[in-house]
Structure formats: C-alpha cells, structure tokens
C-alpha cells in the first residue's frame, strides 16, 4: 500500500482527497487544524483516515511526514519549508500547491542528494498556467518559431450569474490569501523595458480586457513575471506578462481599501474601539464628531456618492458591527468580515478563467498570434473550479511520483514535458480544458 499524507483540509482539498482514496492501493490520511474538515473529507472511505494537525508543531508534522510515502502539503505556504526538511530528513517525496518561496529554493541541494522531488506550484496558478504555457511554447519552438511575447492572466471569480454583489467577487478559497496577495509588489517586461509596480501601487495599474466567449475583465499584474523568461525558456520575449482578472470596479474598490490602511497586519497601538466603524475612523484619524462618510470621502478624495464609498459601506467598513473576537489587527478582522458577505454559497457556481496571449515569429511564415483560454465551471453543491483546478493536478502528480513516471529530483515546478503532458491530457478528459485559436498577426 501506498500511504500519502495530506497537510490541511481547507476550501480545495477535497478533489484530491478524493481523487487519491479512489485509487487502488492507497491510504490517506488527512490532518487539519479543525478535524471535521479532514472526517468530511475521508468519509467512511476504509482507505482514508483523518486527525488533528498542530501546523506549528514540528515534531507532530514529522512524525506525519515519517509515516507517509508522500507528502502533499496544502498548509499556507509558509508551513512548506518545514514540512519540506521533514521529507528530506526522512527521504520522502512532497508535493505542494503554492509558489516556491526562497527558503524553499535553498533545499534544492539538499532534496538531490537525498533523491527526492520536491514539487511546488502544481496548482491553477501557480500550476496550471506553467503546464499549459509550456504546452504552447514548446509546440511553437517545435514548428521552428520564437515567441517574443508572452501574456498569461487567471481569474477565479463568481460565475456571471452569481456575480451579484457590489465587488464582483466571492471567496472560494483561503480570504486572507486573497488580501495579502492585494499587498503584492509587481515587475514585468513590456516591449524590452522591466516596469516595476510597488505594493501600495498594484491597483492603478489595471486595464480592461476581453476575453472572446467569455467577458470583459480588469487586469492588473501578478507578482514578478521575470523569472518566467527563464523557466519557461523565452528567450526570444520582449514582453512577458502575468496577471489576474477582477470583475469590473474591483481595483478602483482595493485601492481604497489599501489607503485607508484595512490590509495593516500589526495591531493597532492604543486602539480601543469595538466595532468596524471605529477601525476605520482610528485608521483615518477622524474626529469622533465627524459624519464617517464625510471624513472617509475626503480622505480617499472621492465623491460622498461614489460607487466604492458605497461598496464600502456594503461590506461593513463603516459599520457598528462589533469586531471579531480573538483578533487584533485590521486585515484579520477584515478576513472574518469579507468571509461573512462573500463567501460563495455551496448553490452558487464559480468559474476560472485562464487565458494565454502568444506572439510567434516564424523563418518562412507569417508571425502569428496564438491564444490559449480555460473556461471552467464549478458545480452547484458539488466541488467548485477553484478546488478541482488547483487541487487535481497536485493529485496527479502524487501518482506519477508514486508510479516512478518522473525522475526529477530537488525542488520544481511542472514545467516539464513528462509532467506536464500526463497532467494536461488527464484534466482534459475531465472536461478542464483549453481552446486554442491561431491567427496571423
């Protein structure tokens, strides 16, 4: 029997949970924070078993670790490099979902010698848009072209008929990793130039795109796109670009959110209210005597009827509502909150979209432009996108490791042939698929 162990029950497990119980030869075990989690998950399932995880345990994650053949962690990313010495410790291979952080990158050597993969951003995104990126390129440079420029945005948004409230968006996976990806710095290269975008600047720097078949989205920047020059080999790009898309209104309404300080995540010195409205009056400075919409109106310099002082309101952040208990600063109390009004109800579909632009210049044909977009539809009641996307490719990965179909070793992405290629034609045949168009340019 193989026996793998799952780190962390939260909103995108279940399809891999189930997807590894489903396999001849397995046993799982699943351990979570909140243990009901993991049971719901398991089942009755004979091959499945559930426990209580103390993420912040090193010993208990090693003893897990010890136990296992392979390791899936789905903690939040900075429980990984822990989990990740445990599996070189005990010579035991480790997949994740989550971007390669530098402590990550420096267990490179170490995984090697000890013979071990190490395989991170197996996901949507990160994940999915490595494998079907390299899909392209790699076909591209196949037929005897380079790509000298290079855009790849994904959403994972509310499906257009349950977009209706006034952000344009529900939470169908971990709030607080939405919020801090809102702080996120961003660099890439448009037409040779590098365009740096600080943190606090992230969400004034959008433009409104359509993607054919599918709607018209804000795109703003996702990260540092520059080291994908290198790992996706683009040699030849004078543009390479990653993004998100957002529903209408939704940068505007962040970088509101941002100036009034709600994403700080230290506490509040000397604060002593009890609601959301006195939050956000502290954050301000406003006096106690001044109208709360005046006063946020004049700080965000915005109009007292405007669409994001409303949207605000909405949400609560001039509200009584008493804050969360056992929290102490804005952007956790800001979590609770924006799970409360937004969470995506279990009867609700959600839908991610992927889209890839490509230009390839060809010796002896017509430059072309090549796009590449997934449109994929959670199902009411059932598993959302946002949990089948990023979770089944880590799930079959865990099995191709298992089957000894991938000989790389130390600490990876998907974006090789034998990984991604398997991957791709197995969610294909899942419905998660992605239409290609080429047109000259």
């Not at 956790?332 to 991610?352: A, C, F, Q, R, T």
Request: contains cysteine.
């Amino acid at each position: 029997m193989t026996h793998v162990v799952v780190l962390g029950a939260g909103m995108v497990a279940n399809p891999l949970v189930c997807y590894l119980l489903g396999l001849d030869g397995y046993e799982v075990t699943v351990a979570d924070m909140e243990v009901f989690k993991a049971e719901c998950m398991v089942g009755d399932c004979s091959n499945g078993k559930s426990l209580t995880l103390d993420a912040t345990d090193p010993e208990q994650i090693e003893e897990l670790v010890k136990s296992s053949d392979i390791t899936v962690s789905l903690l939040p990313y900075s429980f990984h490099p822990t989990v990740a010495k445990a599996c070189i410790k005990h010579g035991k291979h480790m997949v994740t979902t989550s971007y390669i952080s530098d402590a990550m990158k420096e267990l490179d050597e170490a995984a090697k010698e000890a013979n071990l993969l190490i395989l991170n951003e197996c996901g949507l995104d990160p994940g999915i848009d490595h494998m079907s990126a390299m899909k392209v390129i790699a076909n591209a440079e196949a037929a005897g072209g380079k790509v000298t420029s290079f855009r790849s945005t994904t959403g994972a948004l509310p499906a257009h008929e349950a977009n209706n409230n006034p952000f344009g968006y529900k939470f169908s996976w971990s709030p607080k990793g939405v919020l801090l990806a809102s702080r996120n710095a961003a660099k890439y290269l448009e037409d040779g130039k590098v365009v740096d975008i600080p943190g606090e600047q992230l969400f004034e720097n959008y433009f409104i795109q359509d993607v054919p078949g599918v709607g018209a989205f804000e795109n703003y920047p996702n990260r540092n796109s520059l080291p994908y020059m290198e790992l996706y080999g683009l040699n030849d790009a004078q543009t390479v670009y990653r993004g998100t898309f957002r529903f209408t209104g939704w940068c505007e309404t962040m970088r509101k959110v941002v100036a009034l300080g709600w994403l700080r995540e230290e506490a509040l010195e000397g604060f002593q209210g009890e609601t959301f409205a006195d939050v956000t009056r502290y954050l301000i400075g406003a006096p106690v005597d001044m109208d709360l919409d005046v006063a946020v109106a004049e700080h965000l310099e915005i109009e007292i009827y405007s669409t994001v002082l409303h949207r605000l309101k909405w949400l609560g952040l001039l509200s009584e509502e008493p804050l969360p208990e056992g929290k102490d600063n804005p952007i956790d109390w800001l979590n609770v909150l924006s799970l409360s009004k937004m969470e995506l109800p279990k009867g609700e579909k959600d839908m991610v979209v992927m889209h890839h632009e490509f230009i390839v210049e060809y010796p002896d044909k017509p430059t072309q432009r090549i796009t590449s977009t997934l449109l994929d539809h959670g199902v009411p009641g059932e598993d959302t996108s946002i949990a089948r996307t990023v979770s089944l490719p880590a799930a079959m990965a865990v099995k191709m490791i298992v089957n000894g179909r991938v000989k790389a070793r130390g600490v990876h992405i998907p974006n090789i042939a034998n990984i991604y290629e398997p991957i791709l034609e197995e969610l294909e045949g899942l419905g998660i698929k992605f239409t290609e168009r080429t047109t000259p340019l």
